[in-house]
């Protein structure tokens, strides 16, 4: 009779050792267990690349995507990199590659306007195609001419200042990291965007002494709080030059949206 009873209970613990070690059953365990409402779980929000023109302050900037297309500290990044600034580009009147890379090191500008020839290893000085494209006629390091990209996608349309929150220069062969490109580096301007922090404007108007007139509106309007935002930008530039009568009237405008939508429960879970 004991030994029956011996036989029972190695029976019945083995049997309580099997259904505690059973993945279907902790499945089903687990599955009763209740979780927590989505709502009370904190949202985490990565922002590994973009980098903003808010924490600028002056001609200083500490952020940028132009090293490896993550958002990486200045100090960081062992390429040679200059960060151009909203604020240098209104104190020094650069609207385009023309009239900022001479402020700029290890940077040439071609053309009548510029510090160097451009015109190529020809026996006749032909500028009609750097007419056509002043945006490429560069030079950086004595090399070649830079890739001019906008937002790091290239692009042969010349920049304008008036959209344009900074201007990023890696001089160098970014084509080592990131593909085919110029040995000479890249010119990258990153476009304005709408904000949902704050209304914003600004107006500006600029004058020189051969008659030239340019005039600027920047405004950021906020919809919706933390959710919808608009930006628009225009800019009526009027250029004179010695020669009368050449002149140059551009008029050109720009707009931006920005929504901004919480995550779904499925997407949070």
Wanted: proline share 5%; charged share 20%; aromatic share 8%.
């Amino acid at each position: 009779m004991n030994t029956r009873k011996k036989s029972l209970y190695r029976f019945g613990a083995l049997a309580l050792l099997c259904a505690a070690t059973n993945p279907v059953l902790q499945a089903q365990q687990a599955s009763a267990t209740p979780t927590p409402p989505l709502d009370q779980e904190e949202v985490i929000t990565l922002s590994p690349f973009e980098v903003t023109s808010e924490a600028e302050t002056g001609y200083t900037a500490t952020e940028t995507l132009a090293g490896t297309r993550v958002r990486t500290d200045l100090r960081d990044i062992a390429s040679s990199l200059s960060v151009v600034t909203a604020q240098f580009l209104q104190d020094t009147g650069a609207t385009s590659n023309q009239t900022l890379l001479p402020y700029q090191v290890s940077t040439e500008v071609g053309g009548s306007f510029g510090n160097f020839a451009g015109v190529g290893n020809t026996q006749s000085a032909n500028e009609s195609g750097k007419l056509a494209n002043p945006n490429s006629n560069t030079r950086v390091r004595g090399l070649d001419s830079a890739d001019n990209t906008r937002d790091y996608f290239r692009s042969n349309i010349p920049w304008d200042s008036y959209l344009v929150d900074r201007v990023d220069m890696q001089r160098g062969p970014n084509s080592i990291l990131f593909g085919v490109g110029s040995p000479a580096g890249i010119v990258n301007v990153t476009t304005i965007g709408a904000r949902l922090n704050k209304n914003s404007g600004k107006v500006e108007a600029t004058v020189d002494s051969n008659g030239s007139q340019r005039y600027g509106i920047d405004y950021n309007q906020v919809l919706i709080k933390d959710e919808l935002a608009i930006r628009i930008a225009a800019v009526d530039d009027d250029t004179q030059y010695q020669q009368d009568p050449a002149y140059s009237h551009a008029k050109r405008a720009f707009g931006t949206c920005l929504l901004y939508t919480s995550p779904s429960p499925r997407d949070r879970g």
